[in-house]
T-cell receptor, first 115, second 111 residues
Framework: GAGVSQSPSNKVTEKGKDVELRCDPISGHTALYWYRQSLGQGLEFLIYFQGNSAPDKSGLPSDRFSAERTGGSVSTLTIQRTQQEDSAVYLC?????????????FGQGTRLTVV | GEDVEQSLFLSVREGDSSVINCTYTDSSSTYLYWYKQEPGAGLQLLTYIFSNMDMKQDQRLTVLLNKKDKHLSLRIADTQTGDSAIYFCAETYTGGFKTIFGAGTRLFVKA
C-alpha cells in the first residue's frame, strides 16, 4: 500500500489475555519502529527493527512485550497477559535505512483497551 | 542518554504567532523534526532541519535551531483554528537507530 498500515485499528481485550498487533510498513522501508502513546502522554519508544533484526529493544516495558519482523516487512507486536496499564495507542512507523532521508512515516495506530 | 523535552500546552489567539519550543540532549543529532498530530489522526511530518542549519522556513512555518543551547523552536505565523493539534519535536542522532520524540505540545487556538 501507499502508507503504513496497522491492524486492528481498535482492540478491546480482557485483562490477562494475549494480543497481537500488526504493522505493514511502506514497501522498501528497511527500518520499522513501534511506539506507544498513552492517554495524555507523549510517544514512548518500544523497539526498532532494521530488516528482521532488532538492534534496539530497550523500550520494551516488560518481558510480556515481544515483537518480531519477518521477511523484512510485516511486524507483529505481542503483549502477553495484558494489564490495564497496557491500554494505549500503539503506533508503528517505517523509514528508509539510516541516511539523509530518515523521515518516519506513521500508521494510524491500534487503540488497545484492556478491561 | 537521549532526551527531548517540550512544554505540554500552548494557547494562542487566532491570527497570532505560535512558538513551540523543544530542548534536546544529544549533541550529535543529525536531523530534528516537527510532527503534527491532529485529534484522532496519526502523526504527520511537518518539517525537519538538518543539524548544520540554523533556520528553515516553509510557508507559515519557521524552524530555528540553536545548536549551542540544543534548542529547537517551531514558529507558526498567522495561527488558525485548524492548527490546533499536538506538535512533537523529534531527533535522529548520528550512529543511532531510532528517532526520539518529545512528549508533545498541545496547541489550543482560540477564535
Amino acid at each position: 500500500g501507499a502508507g503504513v498500515s496497522q491492524s486492528p485499528s481498535n482492540k478491546v481485550t480482557e485483562k490477562g489475555k494475549d494480543v497481537e498487533l500488526r504493522c505493514d510498513p511502506i514497501s522498501g522501508h528497511t527500518a520499522l519502529y513501534w511506539y506507544r502513546q498513552s492517554l495524555g502522554q507523549g510517544l514512548e519508544f518500544l523497539i526498532y527493527f532494521q530488516g528482521n533484526s532488532a538492534p534496539d529493544k530497550s523500550g520494551l516495558p516488560s518481558d510480556r512485550f515481544s515483537a518480531e519482523r519477518t521477511g523484512g516487512s510485516v511486524s507483529t507486536l505481542t503483549i502477553q497477559r495484558t494489564q490495564q496499564e497496557d491500554s494505549a495507542v500503539y503506533l508503528c512507523a517505517s523509514s528508509h535505512d539510516r541516511g539523509p532521508d530518515t523521515e518516519a512515516f506513521f500508521g494510524q495506530g491500534t487503540r488497545l483497551t484492556v478491561v | 542518554g537521549e532526551d527531548v523535552e517540550q512544554s505540554l500546552f500552548l494557547s494562542v489567539r487566532e491570527g497570532d504567532s505560535s512558538v513551540i519550543n523543544c530542548t534536546y540532549t544529544d549533541s550529535s543529532s543529525t536531523y530534528l523534526y516537527w510532527y503534527k498530530q491532529e485529534p484522532g489522526a496519526g502523526l504527520q511530518l511537518l518539517t525537519y532541519i538538518f543539524s548544520n542549519m540554523d533556520m528553515k522556513q516553509d510557508q507559515r512555518l519557521t524552524v530555528l535551531l540553536n545548536k549551542k543551547d540544543k534548542h529547537l523552536s517551531l514558529r507558526i505565523a498567522d495561527t488558525q483554528t485548524g492548527d490546533s493539534a499536538i506538535y512533537f519535536c523529534a531527533e535522529t542522532y548520528t550512529g543511532g537507530f531510532k528517532t526520539i520524540f518529545g512528549a508533545g505540545t498541545r496547541l489550543f487556538v482560540k477564535a
